[in-house]
Every structure is written in C-alpha cells, then in structure tokens.
C-alpha cells in the first residue's frame, strides 16, 4: 500500500455535501459494491433521521470512523466520502491494513442541517459565521458519554452518542478517528496515546499542503502538548480538576465525557483526531518574540472576552422575554457569556501562577490569544443573530402575536445583522486570511489517519 497515491487520489472537492447527499452517495456505495460494503442503520437522531453506517472489510482489527460529532465540521464528512470509496475500490488497500472499517459520514445530521447554508458557499467569514450552528455541551455527540469522576455525573447520552456506545461495545476498536476541525488557525492533531514515531509525519502532512501548524496556545489551559502540534486527547476529567486546582470549587460541568474516554474504558483503543482550519493566517506558526509576555496575552484575551460577551448579553437581553424553548442557537452562547463572565477567574489564576508566563510571547501565542480569540468570539454574535431570526420566524407564523412585538423583534435583528457585518468588517481588516481548498484539507485528514491506522495495524 503507498499511502501518498492513495491521499494523491483525493478528488478536487469544491464544496461540502448535505445530509441527504451523503446519505445518497452512500447507498450508490453499498450499491456499486455489494460484496465488499454493507451499509445498516446504526442508530436514530433525535428528530428521526437515520443514521448510516458502513461497514467494509473483514480485518481481525476493528477501526470506527465518525464524521460531525460536531455539526459545523463537516470536513471529516468529505474525508470519510472519499475514504469509504478508496476502501471499497482497493482490495490492497484493505488488506495492508487489516481492518473491519465501520464508518459514519454524519453522526449529527439534525445539527449539520442547521450548518447547511454555508456548506456551498461563498467561504468568507461573514457567510460562515452568519450561518454557524453549534450546538450545547450536552447535546454535543462528542461530548456526551456516560462519565462518573468526584461530583460529576452523567448517564443521558443522547440517541447519537448511543449508536457510537453501540458499535464501541460489540467491536472493541483497536483505532477510532473522531473527524473533528477547527475553524481558524493552523494543523493540529490529538491522540490518546503518545505515539512520538508518527508525530513527524502527522506535521508532515500538513506542511506539504503548504498548510501552516498552529504552535500557539492550546485550545484549553489544561491539554497536554506530547509534541509541537500534537496533544494528548481532551479529557473532561483534566478539565474538572483544572477548575477545581484554580478556583477551589467543584466545576458545574453539565455534558459528559468524549468518545476517546470511552472508548479507552472498552478496549486499548487509540483515538485520533485531526483538527484543521478552513481559514488561516501565518503568523499562526510565527515562533519568534512579540513586545508581551505570555501573560500579558492571556489576560488581554480574557478582557477582550469578557467585552465581547458582555455585548452579547445586553443584545440578547431585549429579546428575552421572546425567546422559547424550543430555540437551538441561544443555549451554546448562554453557556459561554456564563463561563466567560463568572469562570474566567480559573484562567487569570492560572496564567498568574506560573512562571512559564513571564516569557516573552511568541508571534503565535499573541495571535491566538488576541485575533483567534476574535473569530470564535464571533461565532457566538452569529449565533445570537440566529437566535433572534430564529423567534421573529416563529413570531411571523403565529396569528395572535402583537404587531408592535413582531416590529420590535425584526427591528433587533436588523440592528443584530448590521452589528455582525461590521463585525467581520473589522476582521477582514486585522487577518491576512487565506481559504483553504477542501482537496487540501480531506488529503490531511486521509494521510493522518492512514498514518496511526497502519502504525497499528503492525503492532
């Protein structure tokens, strides 16, 4: 098996395929192949889709792959597209590596229909955020596994997270690829397991697509770096005991834990995920000294978060009385105007307490802490816009409401509207962003999953 002809194979892919698309592509599969692909019904979303899974090969060695346990990832969606037709095409492809693949191209298809408005663009940071969906922490698939650790409890897995408890029970993988990306940024991969021999490839792969690493900050302050762009899996239990050390209290965490911790749980299981930008700038790998400390960073992030999200409150806070239950953008960005105006304090302690921050910044440490920090922030203004869409729609259909209700709601989001365009007006300015073409990026995601699936597939 050459593992560069295989990634040289990715097809030119212009834009990213909806639910019904992947589900179509993947029956023509099943249906081009019935003798090497099975295709069953892994599970049921929370609003009734089905959902697919493929099952290839018959390897002694069982490998999962799910695509969208975030809905506003879909690159693992097209990574698993092109991967299930190489596997199913390529007999010594199958059997170099010796698995039994079972592969889900969407594991949250009701959240990824709420991305489907920019899946075909333009990509610019406008279209994407103005049409960005994600969804809480415990209604996130990767993050709602069953988990018991001191005052943290949680046994409500949603449907989704079920069907991939379903398939982790009955086959034990011995490597699981959870296709996750980022949105801003440059490469970088988790791995459960420290595997320093393939660290040196996984970059590789990356810098050959002329795609830069992001060697600045971490995404959370208590992730382990196992190498330059490489770190060890989140755990939800090194986040409880990050903000119990600095805050002296038990954390309010409402979600679970990931699929790689529960995966561990059932077998010596290693789990990769390659996180990749649609939109990058190269002063994300810029490793040389800024005129700031590393402290001075982070707390100029935490201000510049604080700010943001204090915006966020008053603009929601005229529409309050107007926003139902039923509505699926406000809850994440609830959560984070919470955590970032009464939860910072673990961060400044933290960022004041060790020495490592007397240093001098570097360019991408600044970058993280200050532009980055600005695109995600502007995320949550996307969704908060959504949020107040989402009730004047709900408004316009319902005959009893008051006229004067539905011209103050419409009035909030048009001023809503304007605000997240100049928004991303701004962050054209700041950014020297380039979009990165989705060829690239599925080459990135095969590569490093070839990479950790052969490595142990010789073990």
Known sequence: MNIQEVVSNVPDYKVFLTVDELDK??????KEFPDIVTVFEAGTSRKGHSILCIKIGDGPKNALCFACPHPNEPIGAMTMEYFSRALAENNQLREKLGFTWYIIKCIDPDGVRLNEKWFKGPFNLYNYTRNYFRPIGYEQVEWTFPIDYKELHFHNPLPETQALMKIIDETKPEFMYSLHNAGFGGAYWYVSHDLQVLYEGLRHSALKQDIPLSLGEPEEPFITKWSPAVFKSMSIKDAYDFTEKYTGAAPDIKNGTSSSDYALEKADCVTLLTELPYFYDSRI???TEGDITRREAVLQNVEISKAHFILLENMLSEIRPYISESNPFVKLVDEVIKFVLEGSEAKIKWANSEPEFDRPAKISEIFDNLQTA??????????????????LERLQQDESVNRDDLTKVKKKLEKGEKRLKE????????????VISI?????IQVESG???AGHISKQ
Do not use: H, P
Not at 439 to 443: A, D, E, F, Y
């Open 25 to 30: 592509s993947t029956w023509e599969l099943a």
């Open 423 to 434: 928004y991303c007006e701004r962050l054209e300015y700041e950014l020297n962003y380039s």
């Open 374 to 391: 600005k695109f995600y922030n502007g995320l949550y203004m996307g969704l908060s816009v959504r949020t107040i869409e989402y009730e």
């Open 450 to 452: 070839l990479i950790v």
């Open 439 to 443: 060829q690239k990026l599925v080459k």
């Open 285 to 287: 790998q810029d490793m």
